[in-house]
């Protein structure tokens, strides 16, 4: 995998970071994206601390939520090539850009348990400087974005997220949430009820035509 410039001394977790929990419920990625996460997390805050220092904390962690969201987490797996190599299950539409996120965090992660803090902080920094640096504006995320703009225009009031039952293998569930606000209403469906509420969220926005 040459364009993640790093060479695993242990091939094994290379594999297993690649091995969704639909392919093998015992041996997959979820322990390794734990790890990837967290070392995401503060690489990228770091990161951000160094590149904006007039900025404040509610400009940083929107940039921060972002760079870490699974959407950029599944552009870099794709710009790398990693849905190639991704051992998964059962796989629908809605789930590609989960599985590509989480084998990305899996992928960080792995390097970490290989060859620690700087080889990670390394690759992580490399692969995301640039994208940082696209945001001239700290952007806001889509359910910040509603919340403000409901505020604002409806006397304070804020939107009311409902999490409906999940559909979808119990395996891999697709979780399902309506919002509504203003007097309309919108829903979003995705791999966690985080992603669920933020699609939701953007569907409420194009309604109110922000």
């Not at 599944?74 to 991704?86: D, E, F, K, S, T």
């Not at 359910?143 to 979808?168: R, W």
Request: charge should be neutral; aromatic fraction near 6%; include cysteine.
């Amino acid at each position: 995998m040459e364009k993640l410039h790093y060479n695993f001394k242990d091939q094994s977790l290379l594999d297993l970071a690649l091995t969704q929990s639909g392919a093998d419920a015992q041996h997959n990625n979820e322990r390794l994206e734990f790890v990837g996460d967290r070392v995401l997390g503060l690489t990228v805050a770091e990161m951000l601390y160094k590149m904006f220092p007039n900025e404040s904390e509610g400009d940083l962690a929107r940039r921060h939520a972002l760079l870490v969201s699974a959407k950029t987490l599944a552009n870099v797996a794709a710009r790398l090539g990693l849905g190639r190599h991704i051992r998964h299950g059962h796989l629908t539409g809605g789930r590609l850009q989960h599985i590509l996120a989480d084998a990305m965090e899996a992928v960080l992660g792995a390097i970490f348990i290989d060859s620690g803090w700087r080889a990670a902080r390394a690759v992580i920094i490399e692969l995301w400087t640039e994208l940082a640096r696209e945001n001239i504006v700290a952007p806001k995320d889509p359910k910040t974005k509603l919340q403000e703009y409901v505020q604002k225009n409806d006397n304070g009031a804020l939107p009311v997220y409902q999490y409906l039952e999940p559909t979808g293998a119990s395996h891999c569930p697709v979780f399902n949430v309506r919002v509504s606000a203003m007097g309309k209403t919108a829903s979003g469906s995705g791999a966690s009820k985080k992603a669920a509420s933020i699609m939701a969220a953007e569907e409420l926005l194009k309604i109110l035509a922000i």
